[in-house]
């Protein structure tokens, strides 16, 4: 049975930091290009950042650029999203996903910026 954790999430004050971790059960990990998403009330989920295999490649919506930064470990399964200068508009469900063969994705974990 495949499993992906999210973890980390809360509140935040404009600003500020969060590391979301995304721990993944049931899958061959290394073999899945990793990612987070993220969906906000009345909005589609979209696209944050992704992580190819072997960490050799990552992507960043425009959004997100030079403030997030995604990493994975390999060896403990887990993927993370380290989130700084935080703003109100960053509010929103973030969710892991992996894909290679099968598309996954967790159950979410919510992030709030606000003063």
């Known amino acids: 049975q495949v499993q992906l954790v999210e973890s980390g999430g809360g509140l935040v004050h404009p600003g500020g930091s969060l590391r979301l971790s995304c721990a993944a059960s049931g899958i061959t990990f290394s073999r899945y290009i990793m990612g987070w998403y993220r969906q906000a009330p009345g909005n589609q989920r979209e696209l944050v950042a992704t992580?190819?295999?072997?960490?050799?490649?990552?992507s960043y919506a425009d959004s997100v650029k030079g403030r997030f930064t995604i990493s994975r470990d390999d060896a403990k399964n887990t993927v993370y999203l380290q989130m700084n200068a935080l703003k109100p508009e960053d509010t929103a469900v973030y969710y892991c996903n992996a894909r290679w063969s099968s598309n996954f994705w967790g159950q979410g974990t919510q992030v709030t910026v606000s003063s």
């Open positions: 992580m190819s295999r072997g960490s050799s490649r990552t």
